[in-house]
């Protein structure tokens, strides 16, 4: 089976400082990792993925996301916070061999400041 | 190219009653999965459709179906509702030519279901 934990139900940050949303998952085969943001009233919007190669992944609006294999974690992070970015953020995992079903974490709040 | 959507977009029904809500993906998707959110469970997996058959489900009673049609639309149905029930229904669609792929899921905007 696969699972994903997102350890902080909130994060708070001041606008321009950097921000970490973390992420660490389970999966019995090579795992797909996304992660998704959420506004108010609004569906999923697609962020990053990672499939294979650079741990590095970077993704839209300024977002980036490092897989560490060792550690199974999958953290979303931004050098530079905007008030814009407050909304809740989804991270999800795809085992290769449980098909397309993506299960997903329980969602961190991010609340940046001015 | 036009987005996942999603209607209606607001529903109230009482116990007992059914629903079915509706997808349309984005043009030349053709899997559609629908997921459910609540505040207490989170977003969870209900079904995918591919090619109009079933292709994975999630652990859900068998009061909630699915289907999808040929030009790649599908419907979920809920019957006998319950106030547990009560969710935002989202529906995502990708190209998942095949199972375990790695294309992205797109989400509509999702219909807000609520049972009195």
């Known amino acids: 089976a696969q699972s994903v934990a997102q350890p902080e139900d909130q994060v708070n940050v001041a606008e321009g400082n950097p921000l970490t949303v973390k992420c660490t998952y389970s999966?019995?085969?090579?795992?797909?990792l996304f992660w998704y943001v959420q506004y108010p009233n609004r569906g999923l919007q697609f962020l990053l993925k990672?499939?294979?190669?650079?741990?590095l992944v970077k993704g839209s609006y300024g977002f980036e996301a490092e897989f560490n294999k060792s550690q199974t974690s999958f953290h979303l992070k931004k050098p530079s916070a905007l008030v814009s970015d407050s909304a809740l953020y989804f991270c999800?995992?795809?085992?290769?061999?449980?098909?397309?079903?993506?299960?997903f974490g329980g969602g961190t709040r991010l609340m940046v400041k001015p | 190219k036009a987005g996942v959507t999603q209607t209606p977009r607001y529903l109230i029904k009482t116990r007992g009653q059914q629903v079915t809500l509706s997808c349309s993906p984005i043009?030349?998707?053709?899997?559609v999965s629908w997921y459910q959110q609540t505040p207490g469970q989170g977003l969870q997996f209900l079904f995918e459709?591919?090619?109009?058959?079933?292709?994975n489900k999630g652990n859900f009673p068998g009061r909630f179906s699915g289907r999808q049609f040929s030009n790649s639309r599908s419907e979920m149905n809920v019957s006998t509702l319950e106030l547990g029930d009560s969710a935002l229904y989202l529906c995502?669609?990708?190209?998942?030519?095949?199972?375990?792929?790695?294309?992205?899921?797109?989400f509509g905007p999702g219909t807000r279901l609520l049972v009195l």
């Open positions: 995502a669609s990708s190209l998942a030519s095949r199972r375990g792929g790695q294309e992205t899921q797109y």
């Open positions: 999966v019995s085969g090579n795992p797909y």
């Open positions: 990672y499939i294979t190669g650079d741990n």
């Open positions: 999800a995992v795809r085992d290769y061999n449980a098909g397309n079903m993506l299960t």
């Open positions: 043009s030349g998707h053709r899997s």
């Open positions: 459709y591919f090619s109009e058959t079933q292709r």
